[in-house]
């Protein structure tokens, strides 16, 4: 079965620090990825996707194949940047579309 | 993209009784899911809404407790049935495929319903 694993709950860094939450999937098919961001009462709105290669916020993401990972980093994080973030794969094959999602990361950026 | 509304936002609800939750899109869609995010925890997927047909469970969710209707390509109720104070949980409908649109891969999510069951 596909699997997301997340490994950091709670990720604390200074504005303008370097930020990388981690995120490491299973899937025995073509893997498909995801990052999604919730802010603060907001609903869950998608960040950015492996397949357009782009840059969201001044974060990127790059799936390592090899090592099963979509980490998402950005060199300079911002205080709103402060939010929920979510890794997820989606299914292909006859389950296309459904998401698995990583248990999530809350980051904080400190003033 | 696609705007979708879920009704009610939030409700508390006794134990035993059921409620049913709207998931409304402004446009067609091909897929639509039901999701459940438990207090401190990540999102699951509860099942796919099928339009015309009976909605596709996940592995632990089965249909009589969780009905869920799909009359058109626009609208899906979930309902919870007989609830416990363990269904306590937010409730999302999300939306993949515009329909008759090019596939941006990305899936949009209703700003989910509180649900406190006492």
């Known amino acids: 079965a596909q699997r997301v694993t997340q490994p950091e709950k709670l990720l604390s860094v200074f504005k303008g620090a370097p930020v990388e939450l981690k995120c490491n999937y299973s899937?025995?098919?073509?893997?498909?990825l995801f990052w999604y961001v919730q802010y603060s009462r907001q609903r869950l709105q998608l960040l950015l996707r492996h397949i357009s290669r782009e840059s969201i916020k001044g974060f990127t993401a790059d799936l390592n194949k090899g090592e099963t990972s979509f980490h998402l980093k950005k060199p300079f994080a911002q205080e709103e940047d402060s939010a929920m973030y979510y890794c997820a794969l989606r299914l292909g094959g006859t389950s296309y579309g459904k998401l698995t999602f990583g248990q999530g990361t809350i980051l904080t950026v400190h003033p | 993209s696609a705007v979708i509304s879920q009704k009610p936002s939030r409700d508390i609800c006794q134990r035993g009784t059921s409620l049913t939750i709207q998931c409304q899109v402004d446009s067609q869609v091909t897929m639509m899911f039901w999701y459940r995010q438990q207090p401190g925890q990540s999102l699951t997927l509860i099942a796919t809404?099928?339009?015309?047909?009976?909605?596709?469970?996940e592995s632990g969710f089965v249909i009589d407790k969780f009905p869920i209707s799909r009359p058109n390509l626009t609208f899906s109720t979930l309902t919870v049935s007989n609830m416990s104070p363990e269904d306590s949980s937010i409730y999302l409908c999300?939306?993949?495929?515009?329909?008759?649109?090019?596939?941006?891969?990305?899936?949009?999510f209703g700003p989910g319903t509180r649900l406190t069951v006492l």
């Open positions: 999300s939306v993949d495929g515009l329909a008759g649109v090019r596939s941006y891969n990305e899936q949009f």
């Open positions: 899937y025995s098919g073509s893997p498909e």
């Open positions: 809404a099928n339009q015309g047909s009976e909605a596709t469970y």
